[in-house]
């Protein structure tokens, strides 16, 4: 199954914590859109300093063919478009990480709204701080642990029934 890296935006001001509307879940490998319309990508991702390059790019490479003529212009150019594919995730990745959006989480899922789903199960619980209990009044029970491999819970990968081996 495909893995998807999630980021996670600057809180805004005032906000204690991010919306998760504005969380990105960006795919781990090869870039179709990248490889075939590379420019409505950068575009449509806002990755303006990746376009510029990009442009820049292409200008030189086709100076250098009209220059130069021969075939070298052109196989720079098929190769250009495969590396972009190639690492147009990644690039995207690091124009999040410019705009203050971190790295939180990596999850997998068949489809982009399969990881979405799978992340945000349990996301709400996770994130809840519990309601403080008025005085006097004894705290609420905390929230069952996870299974832990030090403490012997963990047999492999996978959780033993009842939590002991």
């Not at 935006?9 to 005032?14: E, I």
């Not at 509307?21 to 795919?27: I, N, S, T």
């Not at 575009?43 to 030189?60: D, P, S, T």
């Not at 212009?73 to 594919?85: N, T």
Request: aromatic fraction near 10%.
């Amino acid at each position: 199954m495909p893995l998807y890296t999630v980021h996670a935006p600057p809180p805004r001001s005032g906000a204690a914590a991010p919306d998760p509307m504005d969380y990105v879940f960006v795919k781990e490998g090869f870039c179709w859109p990248a490889l075939f319309v590379p420019v409505l990508w950068l575009l449509f991702r806002r990755m303006w300093l990746v376009l510029v390059i990009y442009l820049v790019a292409v200008l030189a490479l086709a100076a250098a063919e009209r220059a130069g003529g021969g075939p070298l212009p052109d196989v720079a150019m098929v190769l250009g478009w495969l590396w972009l594919a190639l690492e147009g995730n990644q690039l995207r990745r690091w124009s999040l990480r410019r705009r203050g959006y971190r790295l939180v989480d990596v999850v997998e899922g068949g489809r982009l709204a399969a990881a979405e789903s799978r992340y945000f199960h349990d996301w709400p619980e996770a994130t809840e701080t519990p309601p403080a209990a008025p005085p006097g009044e004894p705290l609420p029970p905390a929230p069952p642990s996870q299974p832990s491999a030090e403490a012997g819970d963990v047999i492999g990968l996978f959780p033993a029934p009842g939590g002991r081996s």
